[in-house]
């Protein structure tokens, strides 16, 4: 796991989307080696009127393709997030088309505590995962 949050402009096909997933997904499983039927992922669309991301003055330019990736996660190192954000472009680039500069990434960290996944157990506190 971790559980991965989408916000993205409308307007996208239903193939679309799915190439998106599975290729942020993939990136997941390669950067933080979890097992593939770790796939949480959820995506919540918006009119363009609704979504401003802006580059903080780092001159970055933005589409309509912007995709904003809210990651939340048990700890992970640094050169995992990296490596992260390096296969997630890289993959959203070559899948999607989507310009490295339209992928923002924000990591929300919570520890073992935090989750339960179901039956209204902590499966990572029980011993379960």
Known sequence: MPLLRFDLIEGRSEAELKTLLDAAHEAMLEAFR??????Y?????????????????L???????????QMITRPRSQEMKQTFYRLLTEKLEARCG??????????????DEDWSFGHGRAQFLTGEL
């Open 98 to 111: 989507i310009a490295p500069a339209d992928v923002m990434v924000s990591c929300v960290v919570n520890s």
């Open 59 to 69: 001159d970055i330019p933005r589409t309509r393709d912007v995709v904003v990736v």
């Open 34 to 39: 979890v097992p593939p039927g770790d796939r």
């Open 41 to 57: 992922q959820i995506v919540t669309e918006h009119k363009p009127s609704r979504m401003i991301i802006e580059d903080t003055g």
